[in-house]
């Protein structure tokens, strides 16, 4: 997933509660990585902005 660097810790903290990554052995991980530059995503972009300039 591609998400807005202010709401990703809460993001990645949820799919580790529902996947009970700490819980469970063998569940999985789930890393957060920051990224510079992305293409194809300008249309998620201009809704993001809408959800998250309240926040910002």
């Given amino acids: 997933m591609?998400?807005?660097e202010h709401m990703s810790r809460g993001i990645l903290e949820?799919?580790?509660d529902v996947g009970e990554?700490?819980?469970t052995p063998g569940t999985g991980i789930a890393i957060q990585l920051d990224v510079?530059?992305?293409v194809g995503v300008?249309?998620?972009a201009e809704e993001l902005v809408?959800?998250?300039e309240d926040q910002l």
């Fill in 2 to 4: 591609l998400v807005e």
């Fill in 14 to 16: 949820h799919i580790s």
């Fill in 21 to 23: 990554f700490d819980a």
């Fill in 36 to 38: 510079e530059d992305a």
């Fill in 42 to 44: 300008i249309h998620q």
């Fill in 50 to 52: 809408e959800v998250v």
